[in-house]
Structure formats: C-alpha cells, structure tokens
C-alpha cells in the first residue's frame, strides 16, 4: 500500500478497532475506474482476517443489478458456509434451523414477493447473532450495482450497527450515465456513514508504488515520465513498473549481461519509458471496466485523431453529446485520455487495432463523411478513406486528389501514393483516371525513381488522345526525358503545343528551361518552337532555378544568374516539397559560377532539411549537387560518399539522367583520390547513346576522360575531351566552369609528347577565361604554366595557386603547389622544393587524396617529406624559430602555419581566433620580416631553413 492509499486504510483500519469495541461503524470507499478502491477493501478484508475477525464479503454486479435480494442472498449464503466455525449451529434465515413457515423461509427462497421489511429484520437478526459470538466485517464491493431491495436491507442494517460490533464498508464507482438510484443516495449520505475518495496517485504515491516493485532507487525523471503517462491511474502506473521491472530480466535472459537488480534509473533514463503490451491492455481493461459506451467512444477519439472535438465523437458515436462529454471527462481523470485525444499514438492504435474489422471500416467511412462535411482538411479525411473500400461518390476523388497534393507538398510520398491509387480505383472515366495517373507517376518518380519510367510510358496514348491538361502532360513529358525516352517526349511537346492556353505556356516555358539546362542536344532536333520568354518575379521557384542554371551555362560567372539562384534558395524554408524540386539547379548555378562558400552554405542547409521529406528522387538530386560542391572544393571523401549515395537512390536497371550525373561525379572523385580501380568498376557498362544529348553526359565524358589520363591512357582521354568540346561548342555553353575539356586536352597532348598542340588547346582556353569564373581561371594557369619553359614557370603557378586558394578548390591548388615542387626541385632550388611539398602534402592530406601523392610531388622528396609532416624535424623547428626570432609567440604561430600552407580561415580555426586577426597577425608578420606576400614570406623561410 502506498502513501494516500496508507492513509485511507490506516483510518479504516481505526474503525475496525472502534467497531470491535460494540460501536459500529459504516464506511463507503469511493473513486473512479482503476483508481484502488478493491484494492484497499482487500486489504482491509485481509487486515479484519488477520485480528480474528469474521470476514462476509460480496461484490455486485451489473447484469444482476435488477435482480431482487441478489447481493443479500450471496452474503447470506456466506454467513452458512461460515456457521460451522462460528459455532452458531444452522443459523438460517429463522436463526433455529432454516425451514419451516416464514421464520424459517430458506434463503435461496428469497424473492421480489417477500415483505421487504421482515426480509430486512431477519438480515439484522442474523449478523447479530453471527457478531455476538466475533466481530464482524461486512465488505460489499460496487455498491452501486446492488439491487434495490438488497440496499434497502442494508440501509436498514446500518441504521442499527450502534451497539453491534460490526463494521460495514463498501465501495462506489462514480456514475457516467445518470444519478445514483435514490435508495444508494440515501444509504451513501447517512449521517454515519464515513466517506473516503481515492484519487489519481500523486508522484509520492508513484514513487512507493515503483520502489514497492522495482528494488532501486527511481530518478525524478522517471517518475515525472511514469505521472504523466499514466495520469496517476494505478492500474496504468502497475503496468508500467512491471514492464520495466521485466526487461532487465528478458535482457539478462538473452545474454545482455544485465541484472535484473540493475538500477532503474540506468535502465530508463536515456531513453525514456516506451510502454508497450502490457500498458496498453491496462488501458484497454480500463475501458472495458465502464461500459461499451466508453469503448466506443475512445474507438471514435481514437479514429479522429487531431480532427475529434466532443461534437464530432458524439456524432461519429451516436451518443448524446452531454454524455459524451462526461464521458470523455472521466476518461481523462482516469489517465487514459487527455481532453479528447489519448495520451500516446502507441495507445491509440492499441485502441484501433483491438476493433473487430468490419466495426472499424463502418466507423471510419462514417468519419470520413462527418470530417468531410464539418470542413475538415482533405488529408485528415483521406487517412479514413484509405481504410475502406473504393467509393464512388462524387466527392471522394476530389478529396483523395487533394489530400495527394498536400502529401507531396510535405514530402510525405508513401501517403501521396495511396491516395492517388485508392482515387485511380474510385475514377470510372478515361479523362478523370488519366489525370490521376498524371499525378501518381510523379509520385512514384519521387519515391522509386529508378522505376518510374513505365508509369510515364503508360500516358503516352491518353496524352496523344487529348485525355490529359497540358500541364500534366508536359510533366510527363520531363518524366519522360528523365528517363532519356527523347522521342516520347518530344512527340508529347508537340501534342501540346498544338493547342496551349495560358497554363500550358507556362508549363512548357519551364519544359524548355529544363530542356535547355539539362538536355541540350535534344533542342537540336527539328521541332515545333516552345516560348521563350524569360521567367519573372512571380514565377515559381522551379522556373527561376532552371533559368539561373541556363543563364550559367550559357554565360559562366553571369551576376543575374547568381542573384536569381542565390533569391530562390532564400525562399526554401518556405517552400513546399514540390517547390524544392528546384533547388538542386539553384545550387548547381552557384557552383558553375564559383560562388562554393554560398553553395556550400545552402548545402548543409538543405541537408539538415532533407529528413523532413520522403522523397529520394529530390534527395538524390540534391546530394548530387552536395557532391559537385564537395568534389570543387577539394573534400573528395565527402564528394564520393554524396555521390555513392545520389546514385544508389536514383539509378536503376535502365540509365537516366539522375544516375548518370551521379556517376560521373563519383568515378572523378575516386579518379582524384587515386582509386583507380574503383572508378574503371563505375566505368564499365556501356552507356547509351541518348545519354550524350544531355549535361550529365559531358561529365559522364570529362570523368571518364580524367580516368583514362590518370591511368596513362592519354588517347582515349584525348577522344573524350575532343567529343565533350565539341557538344559544348555545338550547343553554346563552351565555359569551363562545366567541364575545363580544353585543359584535359592539353595534359593529354604533353602525354603524348605534343607539346605544341598542347600549347594551342591552352591559349585557346586562356582567350576564353579572362573574365571566366575565378577557378577555371587558375586552372588554365595552371595549364599555361606547364607548357612554358621550366625557369618560366615559378610566377605563373604562385598565379594560380592564389587564385585556386581564394575560390576555396583546394585539391587544384595542391596539384598546383606539387607542380611548383617539380619546379623548384628541377631549378636546383631544394630548401623552395622541400616546403613547397610539404605545402602539397597537407593541402593533398585534407582532400583525402593521399593515394595520389607519390604521383604529386618530386621523387626524391615524398618519404622525407612525409616523415616531417608526421614527426616535425628537430631542423625544421629551429628554421622556424631562427627565421620568426624577431616576432611575437603569436606572431610565429600564425607565420609558421603560413608557411606550411594553411589557408587563413584554416589558421584561425586552429588557433581559436577569428580570421580578421589572422589577418592582421600576418600584416605585421610581412612588416618585420620585410616581405609582400606568402610566397616572400616563404621564401624567407626556405633561406632560413638551408642556413639551418
């Protein structure tokens, strides 16, 4: 027993005594459902027993409530079972022997026909000569199911305990339905009756409850937890406790190594209370303790969820609204609901789940029609109309249609699917069914879009019949040439084409920004011309994010198109899913154009974003442009596990534009970190034809190519870049920030030995990138200075290296600075060469592109190099001490780390200062040492280290 329990019982327990002593006593026990009240007269029971007592005991019930002198005659037929051990020999209903005229009427004989007061008199008789001879405990459980003459008798006892010792307690359940009978109302508030309420446990009481079960201390949390879980009912309380007592055993029995004495605040804390079996049929039995009508009506609140309101279930249930009400007040107190929505969803489809079939489909296609015609959101009605059969009722498909569009605009793709295939079984016309179907390839192009393909190809005939709007089917259209079927597609353009209205233009308007952003050699096919007016301020996200991404391509760094990428991005936390379709080509705008930091910064951005929405196809899409920004800026492990990932979401059996990418983007970040035999596995099923009409197919091509040059194959990388400038010139986006096939050219020509040819591909490039963005321009440095005489080559490649550095593409300027090395080291300069490399080294490291590093940098210098970046020479100390001597401790920390290559922003995060006072440490840095820039500063160093 337990705190306020305790206390009740100790008080009873002191009317035991007082009865005993010849002064009866008549107590009640009241409370609601579960809340102990058996439980306390047990205990009484048991107390009473224990002291020598006679203990009559009986409970009520409900089906025999309105059978006459029914609880009288099983409390008699106690008092005969027990007059063998009282020594009152055959006490019956005359208190001599039982039979014989009406003193001796058996007790089993009692009927409605029996004068109600004598009836009550020999009832009196009886107990007083049962408690003369030891005292007696009259214990009558759920009162208020006793019948009328029964409670008539026990009043009339109660009234005459005074000098009898004699102690009658009862327990009463709070009515629901009605007041108590008139006979109850005057048994309860006699002026002897003691009352005693039992209420919900408070924490103290859960806290003795839990420490009664479980042997440990229980934290304040998990009683917090337990309190608001249960509302204090008891019986949900018990249940609760004996399903965390029981789980360190089953753990210990399945090998866990876990006691079942283990503390429970272990047990429980990190993760919370997570009931489960044994809670929910506590709940379940709470219910079916008040009657069918509370089972139905937390059946109602359980199906209408969010949406159910007092008005509602009283409709939905069929019962009057005021007893609705109380209902729903006692089920709260009871800690099964709160208000009128359970306490947990757990809880709530137990409550669903224990509904016979054929009950739960009438009560939701009855809620279904009730939410709907009560105003309710099309997705609240739709999750009923998802449980039952297919309808065909004219409202229902408009429902269902618009319960889809809220789904996919949440990113909820498995519910937008059954309610687009539950409206495909309730639409009987061709028009209505196709339109459907419409929606639901989409859809599924979201959520399987590896698989999407056939649900595309199978509105190609309602589309050519005219059974589809023409926006509807110019997405079909895209669907189609995701999956590169160019011909399907161009013929569905053409269809609508022939007869657009004011939708359908813009739909195609945005068909032909997709078509010239990501299928450029489709437009070279003769067809009829689609509009070409340029998006406006009004228009959705999609359209202006595939504008910026055409205005890249066609221009490089163009100012509009990072604008417009940058306004669309600022709206995405806004948008709905179908709006973020769009976001992928606003972050590939910023990556074309250079702008990595802000592409970067958008990325991570969406990312934390992206577990809000079921939809691979867009996750895939948008960690293929996670793995375009990663892959420029030098983080080659994250660019090949972006891409992995984009690739296993989006290819298939068959190659699609989606895939495609992402495999191109994988086999070159591999190609960087010198995985070479991973990217020939990516490389090695033939790609179709139709793949090269698209912008995945000039990266398909520049990765490839980048593969073969890595791996000596100069001529057939010379054949790929060839083949990837003559699509970009042919459909006018001849700009490296794409894909730099000119420079690829070069590097295959100085493999082959053609040094001139070499040089043409990189003037050609140079004419093209002197207002180009920052990182194709450094690139083409690059270039250039390799085709240039040795001793040339020093100043060119500080060039680029700067440039590469400022654009944050670090895996370019560390090819860049290995270069450099080469150089140095081919001009006799070593001190320059070793620092150079070491430079190379960690910028090599920090890309993950370690494999690669013995093809980086010159031959003589890798192991001892390596050797110094993982122990710090003893030398190289003193050189930095003897050429810093004249700084500041954290003048020398910032310049030392200058020197080793160390980006400023690299600097400040290692020290913990911001990157204005590194920038400010290295202006005082050149002034005492005399120098201009970082390579002086170098230089500096390097003359330093030789002395040294």
Not at 573 to 579: G, L
Request: net charge negative; aromatic share 6%.
């Amino acid at each position: 027993m337990f705190v306020e329990r305790a206390e009740i019982l100790d008080h009873l327990d002191g009317l035991l005594r007082q009865s005993a002593q010849g002064r009866g006593t008549v107590a009640a026990i009241s409370g609601l459902t579960a809340m102990g009240k058996t439980t306390v007269l047990d205990a009484l029971a048991d107390r009473a027993a224990e002291a020598g007592s006679t203990v009559l005991r009986v409970v009520s019930s409900p089906q025999e409530r309105h059978v006459p002198y029914d609880t009288l005659t099983q409390l008699l037929t106690s008092v005969d079972t027990r007059t063998p051990d009282t020594g009152v020999p055959g006490v019956g209903m005359s208190g001599h022997g039982g039979t014989g005229g009406p003193e001796g009427t058996p007790i089993a004989s009692l009927d409605a026909r029996d004068d109600s007061l004598e009836v009550a008199k020999r009832a009196h008789r009886i107990i007083s000569e049962l408690a003369a001879e030891r005292h007696l405990l009259i214990a009558v459980d759920d009162i208020q199911y006793t019948d009328a003459a029964t409670l008539t008798c026990l009043r009339y006892l109660a009234q005459r305990l005074g000098q009898l010792p004699v102690a009658l307690v009862f327990t009463h359940g709070t009515p629901v339905e009605g007041q108590p009978s008139q006979s109850l109302q005057d048994f309860l508030y006699q002026t002897n009756v003691r009352r005693f309420h039992l209420g919900p446990l408070s924490s103290e009481g859960i806290r003795e409850l839990v420490e009664c079960r479980i042997p440990s201390a229980a934290s304040d949390r998990f009683i917090s937890e337990v309190h608001a879980l249960s509302g204090g009912n008891p019986l949900l309380v018990q249940a609760l406790v004996e399903e965390r007592g029981l789980r360190p055993v089953l753990e210990s029995v399945n090998g866990s190594g876990t006691h079942p004495a283990t503390d429970v605040v272990a047990r429980t804390s990190p993760d919370g209370l997570s009931p489960g079996h044994a809670f929910h049929q506590a709940v379940l039995s709470c219910l079916h303790r008040l009657g069918p009508r509370a089972v139905r009506i937390a059946r109602c609140v359980a199906l209408l969820d969010e949406a159910a309101t007092p008005s509602l279930v009283s409709q939905l249930s069929a019962i009057d609204a005021e007893l609705v009400a109380r209902y729903l007040r006692l089920l709260t107190s009871t800690g099964v609901l709160d208000g009128a929505r359970l306490r947990r969803e757990d809880v709530r489809q137990a409550v669903l789940t224990e509904m016979p079939h054929d009950k739960a489909t009438e009560l939701r296609y009855h809620a279904a029609r009730l939410l709907h015609e009560s105003g309710a959101p099309a997705h609240a009605v739709a999750a009923h109309l998802l449980s039952v059969d297919p309808l065909h009722e004219d409202w229902v498909v408009p429902v269902l249609q618009e319960a889809a569009c809220h789904a996919l605009a949440h990113g909820d793709m498995q519910f937008n699917i059954r309610c687009l295939e539950l409206a495909r079984e309730c639409r009987t016309d061709e028009t209505g069914r196709a339109s459907v179907l419409a929606h639901y390839a989409f859809g599924q192009w979201q959520l399987r879009p590896a698989d999407s393909a056939q649900h595309f190809m199978s509105l190609k005939r309602p589309i050519m019949g005219r059974k589809l709007p023409g926006p509807d089917a110019v997405r079909i259209a895209e669907g189609m040439m995701f999956h590169l079927d160019f011909d399907s597609a161009l013929e569905v353009v053409d269809q609508v084409n022939d007869g657009e209205d004011d939708d359908t233009s813009t739909a195609l308007e945005g068909t032909r920004l997709f078509m010239v952003s990501e299928f450029l050699g489709v437009l070279d096919r003769p067809r009829l011309p689609l509009p070409k007016v340029a998006p406006s301020a009004t228009s959705t996200a999609e359209l202006r994010s595939r504008h910026a991404l055409a205005l890249a391509l066609e221009r490089g760094a163009d100012e509009y198109a990072i604008a417009l990428a940058e306004q669309v991005l600022q709206g995405s936390r806004t948008q709905s899913a179908w709006q973020l379709m769009g976001l992928p080509a606003a972050l590939m705008t910023l990556c074309y154009t250079d702008q990595l930091d802000s592409a970067t910064k958008w990325y991570e951005m969406l990312g934390n974003e992206a577990h809000r929405y079921d939809a691979p196809a867009w996750q895939g899409m948008l960690e293929s442009a996670g793995a375009l920004i990663a892959l420029r800026s030098g983080q080659l492990p994250d660019a090949a596990r972006l891409a992995e990932s984009a690739y296993e979401q989006l290819s298939g059996s068959r190659w699609n534009i989606g895939g495609a990418f992402a495999l191109a983007l994988l086999v070159e970040a591999h190609t960087a970190m010198g995985n070479h035999e991973i990217a020939a596995k990516h490389l090695a099923p033939e790609p179709p034809p139709d793949l090269f009409l698209t912008r995945a197919g000039l990266h398909y091509l520049y990765a490839r190519g980048r593969h073969h040059l890595a791996t000596g194959n100069a001529r057939m990388a010379l054949s790929d870049f060839l083949e990837c400038g003559t699509l970009m010139r042919r459909w006018n986006i001849d700009t490296p920030a794409v894909a730099p096939w000119r420079l690829g050219e070069a590097e295959a020509w100085l493999q082959l030995g053609e040094r001139d040819r070499a040089v043409r591909a990189v003037e050609e490039q140079r004419a093209k990138s002197d207002s180009g963005p920052t990182r194709s321009r450094g690139m083409t440095l690059h270039s250039w200075a390799l085709v240039q005489p040795t001793a040339k080559q020093p100043p060119v490649l500080r060039d680029a290296f700067r440039l590469l550095e400022s654009t944050g593409a670090r895996y370019e300027a560390a090819t860049v600075l290995a270069d450099l090395s080469h150089v140095y080291h081919e001009l006799g300069e070593k001190a320059r060469a070793r620092q150079t490399a070491r430079r190379a080294w960690r910028l090599v490291k920090s890309c993950g592109a370690e494999a690669r590093y013995q093809s980086l940098l010159p031959t003589s210098l890798p192991r001892s190099v390596i050797s110094e970046q993982n122990t710090g020479p003893s030398t190289a100390r003193r050189a930095d001490q003897d050429a810093f001597g004249q700084l500041s401790a954290s003048e020398r920390r910032v310049a030392t780390l200058a020197t080793q290559g160390y980006a400023n922003r690299e600097i400040a995060d290692k020290l913990f200062i911001t990157v204005s006072t590194v920038e400010q440490h290295l202006t005082r840095v050149y002034r005492k040492m005399g120098v201009r820039n970082r390579e002086q500063l170098l230089e500096a160093h390097a003359v330093s280290y030789k002395t040294a």
